[in-house]
């Protein structure tokens, strides 16, 4: 492979890595408190979920100690009663687990060890497109139109007499000359100059194929 063959290549891969690594956000959820069981409702994970934007492609990392948490997936109706029965995908028992969000929607995770469900250890969050835009700005009515006024109409003066030394119509309404008037042209004349391009044209394309 040629060294611009590989150059191409090589820009192409590089800038689909960027587009990809542009496209999605990491969110450790809890931040620093990790995923385990709230201290106090302060810290709870509705509240740090609310005001950030999750989109498709995004990326949940759920940071705890193995063996002490887990994290699944769960419709809305389990993770109101912080139930697993109806696990959406296997539970993920090893920490710190990354996730993504592959789907725009509702999503539901809770830790299903003991009572740390109940205890505050649940996540509810929602996922938009990527290709959701923002909203669409409201029409303005353009301000109507100022009147004009027309202003008043100029007298025009009244047409000049004729001079005396004005040239009189010609008798019997002949038409004037027909001196300024240019002759057609010769149809002759134009088919040798026509004739003689064409010759000249046929020429040039001998000597050029």
């Known amino acids: 492979m040629d060294r611009v063959s590989f150059f191409i290549i090589y820009s192409a891969f590089i800038g689909l890595v960027v587009n990809i690594a542009a496209a999605q ?13 709230p201290t106090n409702t302060s810290v709870s994970y509705s509240n740090w979920a609310s005001g950030k934007t999750f989109m498709v492609g995004d990326i949940l990392v759920f940071n705890f100690m193995t063996n002490q948490h887990d994290v699944v997936q769960v419709p809305k109706a389990s993770y109101d009663d912080c139930s697993e029965d109806n696990a959406i995908g296997n539970v993920i028992t090893t920490g710190p687990a990354n996730i993504t969000l592959d789907t725009a929607g509702e999503r539901y995770y809770i830790c299903s ?35 004009t006024t027309p202003s008043p109409a100029t007298p ?15 008798a019997g309404g002949a038409p004037p000359p027909t001196g300024l008037i240019p002759p057609p042209p010769d149809s002759a004349s134009v088919s040798l100059t026509s004739s003689f391009l064409l010759v000249i044209a046929s020429v040039a394309l001998v000597f050029i194929f």
């Open 113 to 147: 060890i003991g009572g740390h469900c109940g205890a505050g250890q649940k996540l509810s969050i929602t996922v938009v497109s990527s290709s959701t835009g923002g909203p669409t700005p409201p029409m303005t009515t353009p301000p109507p139109a100022t009147p």
């Open 156 to 170: 025009q003066p009244d047409a000049c007499a004729p001079t005396p030394d004005a040239e009189s119509p010609r």
């Open 25 to 37: 956000n990491v969110h450790i959820v809890g931040d620093n408190m990790g995923w385990g069981i």
